[in-house]
């Protein structure tokens, strides 16, 4: 087999090769351009779908703040027991270890302080103390605990309760309904504004969804450690809305 005719062999694979990679590209641009057409010839609409549950969880998180000099070990040990105090109360009242969280932990320093005055000088500033702030969050799911709780862990040694709220643990279940919901709104409007405007649906061509479900929120700060030990605080968890919205996005025929 002569050099020549090798030559033309691998020459006429090379064009061969060369046509189906124009082939293929040219193929995709067509499938790129129809898609980008589409895009081009549809329109989009929305809907809400909403459910209403019952609370199951009330979520709320409690402060252990301690001040105090420069022996930061023994800042801590006295912060330790404070904390260790209110979640074994915690526990003792039938709430999980799981439910509960560190939420943080902080050391700052305390500083000197000084008042100018006209013509003095205030002095560089100087470390007089530390204090530590440990912030627990805790989930209670028998409600007809949590006032004893919020009162129960301050008796225990915590500064402030805050952020008490009543909220769906699992909200999966109604998202799913709500969902349902959003969806067939969205479908029964797209099917009028097709019907009005004289033209047809053509595929789907997007969906979107954004979740919205607020919750009751108590804002409970250091005026319940104020309290009496045995105060009673009395709470509602009412209900909360699931609301889930849809955007479908379809192609006009």
């Not at 459910?51 to 022996?71: E, H, L, N, Q």
Request: proline share 3%; charged share 25%; net charge neutral.
């Amino acid at each position: 087999m002569d050099k020549e005719f090798v030559c033309k062999k691998y020459l006429f694979g090379a064009v061969i090769v060369a046509v189906l990679i124009l082939a293929f590209s040219a193929v995709s641009y067509v499938g790129a351009y129809s898609r980008s057409v589409a895009l081009t010839h549809s329109f989009s609409v929305s809907a809400e779908g909403e459910v209403v549950g019952i609370p199951d969880v009330a979520k709320f998180t409690f402060s252990v703040i301690t001040r105090g000099g420069k022996d930061i070990s023994s800042l801590v040990t006295e912060n330790a027991e404070k904390v260790d105090k209110a979640v074994a109360f915690l526990k003792d009242s039938g709430v999980e270890k799981k439910d509960i969280k560190t939420e943080s932990y902080n050391l700052t320093p305390r500083y000197t302080s000084c008042y100018y005055r006209t013509g003095e000088i205030c002095p560089s500033p100087e470390i007089t103390g530390y204090e530590i702030s440990q912030i627990t969050s805790v989930k209670a799911r028998d409600f007809s605990k949590v006032g004893d709780l919020l009162s129960g862990v301050v008796s225990s040694g915590a500064n402030s309760v805050s952020s008490l709220s009543f909220e769906i643990d699992d909200p999966t279940a109604l998202e799913k309904i709500a969902r349902s919901e959003a969806i067939a709104k969205a479908r029964e409007k797209a099917r009028q504004i097709a019907k009005e405007g004289n033209f047809r649906l053509g595929k789907l061509l997007s969906v979107n969804e954004s979740n919205n479900y607020p919750y009751r929120l108590y804002g409970m700060g250091a005026g319940i450690a104020e309290a009496a030990p045995s105060a009673k605080v009395s709470v509602e968890p009412g209900s909360q809305k699931i609301t889930v919205t849809v955007n479908l996005t379809y192609e006009i025929k």
